[in-house]
């Protein structure tokens, strides 16, 4: 069976998980679409901009469902393993926050720069001569 490694929110230690991990987005999707410049976007660009790997953690289904569309610094319960609830380490929200807005400035790095090349994009189309 395979064995994969993640942090668990409730003992912000990193541990070895036998199932199936699932592809938790940190700074939630809900989030991102609201950020400022998404909608503006092509579906192209936004599927590019959601599968950014740096907002993706691995997490077991359990937290997953539980994390939902949460900011990771507002996730104070999750389901263990052993079927209860259980408070979600300070430590870990602590870090979640201080990760939360690294991750928040780094994708609207990601959604200006991609505004800015579809803007490049849509006025080479519109340029119908090529300078000499």
């Not at 936004?46 to 907002?55: A, P």
């Not at 997953?64 to 389901?79: A, G, I, V």
């Amino acid at each position: 069976m395979q064995s994969n490694r993640y942090l668990d929110p409730i003992t912000n230690e990193w541990t070895d998980w036998p199932g199936r991990m699932e592809a938790d987005h940190f700074v939630p999707v809900r989030y991102i679409k609201t950020m400022p410049g998404f909608q503006k976007l092509d579906s192209r660009w936004q599927g590019i901009i959601l599968r950014y790997e740096g907002n993706i953690q691995p997490l077991p289904r359990h937290h997953n469902r539980y994390k939902s569309d949460h900011m990771p610094s507002e996730w104070w319960f999750t389901l263990g393993s052993d079927g209860e609830f259980h408070p979600v380490n300070a430590d870990y929200l602590a870090e979640a926050a201080k990760w939360e807005q690294v991750i928040i400035e780094e994708i609207q790095n990601l959604i200006d720069s991609s505004l800015a090349q579809l803007n490049q994009e849509q006025r080479d189309k519109r340029w119908p001569y090529s300078p000499p």
